[in-house]
């Protein structure tokens, strides 16, 4: 029942090609978590070896543990909530890299936390976890494993959180490219499904929520 009026509800903004309002605060707030967690883990890295980058690595954990819990929501919510149909499905090989960049960019949402965790309890030093500094999180069950597995543990754990960092250092340019191109180049909807629904206040046609695009201007030929 809630169910259905949620879907319902959602409809009502797929249908005008956008996100609803909780799939756009879910895309910008793990957007700029994301992009803060890379810049933290690689400044961490850097540090001196301390108290300091201990702390810092206490935040990096717990920012990394708030975003682990995010995305299980945000992916029940997208499995109760399907996307807009926008100038995006078109079909054609771009469509086809968008769709597998989105879901490559789900899988490292989980990947990179549970790799991270992986790497802390493998660490055996007891250190405790928190989600978001606040909700304590268990550590993974390998303290009591032979030394050797955990230094195994641990490095395929930074291999594979490694991993998925280099995958992200190149999608997300070409992710917030083809966006940006979308909307200066191909002058389509796709950038405006995920921007807030601002109503135009100069415009007052039924269900326009952005001046409609102007036509780019022709290409000056010479001719004449
Ligand atoms: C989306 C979430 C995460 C992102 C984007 C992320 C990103 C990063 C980055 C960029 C580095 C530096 C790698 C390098 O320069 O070698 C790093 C290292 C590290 N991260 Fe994360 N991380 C995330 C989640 C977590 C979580 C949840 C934990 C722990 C619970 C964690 C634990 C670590 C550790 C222990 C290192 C040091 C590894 C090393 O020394 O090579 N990370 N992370
Ligand atoms: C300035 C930065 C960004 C812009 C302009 C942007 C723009 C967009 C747009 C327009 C869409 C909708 C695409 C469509 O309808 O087919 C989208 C979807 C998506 N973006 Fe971004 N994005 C940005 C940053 C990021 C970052 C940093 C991440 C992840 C680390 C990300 C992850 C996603 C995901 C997972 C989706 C699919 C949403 C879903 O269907 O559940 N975006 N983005």
């Known amino acids: 029942m809630i169910g259905a009026r949620l879907r319902e509800w959602a409809r009502r903004h797929s249908d005008k090609g956008r996100y609803t309002p909780v799939g756009i605060i879910f895309h910008w707030v793990m957007a700029a ?5 890379l810049a933290l883990g690689w400044y961490t890295t850097r540090m001196y070896a301390g108290g300091d980058r201990l702390t ?12 682990l819990f995010l995305a299980f929501l945000r ?8 996307g807009p149909i926008n100038d995006a499905d078109k079909g054609g090989w771009q469509t086809n890299i968008a769709y597998a960049t989105h879901v490559v960019f789900y899988l490292c949402f989980f990947g990179l936390p549970i ?3 992986m790497m802390w309890s493998a660490l055996g030093d007891g250190r405790p976890l928190y989600v978001a500094g606040l909700v304590p999180w268990p550590q993974m069950p390998f303290g009591g494993l032979d030394p050797q597995w955990q230094w195994a543990i641990l ?12 995958i992200l250092i190149i999608l997300i340019p070409l992710h917030v490219g083809a966006a940006l191109k979308h909307h200066w180049w191909d002058r389509d909807d796709v950038l405006e499904g995920m921007l807030p629904d601002v109503k135009d206040a100069d415009d007052h046609r039924e ?18």
């Open 115 to 117: 790799t991270g965790w």
């Open 56 to 67: 810092a690595y206490q935040w990096h954990s717990d920012l990394g543990l708030l975003i």
């Open 75 to 82: 992916f029940a919510w997208r499995m109760m909530v399907p």
């Open 33 to 37: 978590l994301v992009i803060l967690q």
């Open 155 to 166: 490095d395929w754990a930074e291999d594979l959180h490694q991993m998925f960092i280099l």
């Open 207 to 224: 269900g326009l929520t952005h001046k409609p695009k102007r036509p780019r201007s022709p290409r000056v030929t010479g001719a004449g």
